[in-house]
């Protein structure tokens, strides 16, 4: 019942900017998601970069940390992520993840991960190419 669906990908040049969208639908009132944005790039594992709990908590990986903001909108059931700086090692399929938060606690501590094992819900990705 729950899609996710990304946007926003493109060609970039080093340094410069993008930002990626994550519309989802099919969440409930009733419900906590943990939101998040992987990567993979060609003959690479699947990367998490960002996460950010049901309380504006937010985790980043190293690689990114600085350049790359997640940031989501309630009101409009949508994940960014506002990608700054960016460099030709960021180039990559992005996608966005979600997690049904199963627990008071996941809630209370407003639950991220960078495990891509712990999402249940996937995006068809986006392309993001940086080149000059």
């Known amino acids: 019942e729950v899609q996710l669906v990304e946007s926003g990908g493109g060609l970039a040049q080093p340094g410069g900017s993008l930002t990626l969208f994550c519309v989802a639908s099919?969440?409930?009132?009733?419900?906590?998601?943990?939101m998040g944005w992987f990567r993979q790039a060609p003959g690479k594992e699947r990367e998490g970069i960002a996460s950010?709990?049901?309380?504006?908590?937010?985790t980043y990986a190293d690689s990114v940390k600085g350049r790359f903001t997640i940031t989501r909108d309630y009101a409009k059931n949508t994940l960014s992520l506002q990608m700054n700086n960016l460099k030709p090692e960021d180039t990559a399929m992005y996608y966005c993840?979600?997690?049904?938060?199963?627990?008071?606690?996941?809630?209370?501590?407003?639950?991220?991960?960078?495990?891509?094992?712990?999402?249940?819900?996937w995006g068809l990705g986006t392309q993001v190419t940086v080149s000059s």
């Open positions: 099919g969440f409930t009132f009733t419900n906590y998601y943990g």
């Open positions: 950010i709990g049901n309380n504006g908590r937010t």
């Open positions: 993840a979600a997690r049904l938060l199963g627990s008071s606690w996941q809630q209370w501590v407003g639950w991220t991960s960078l495990r891509e094992s712990e999402f249940g819900y």
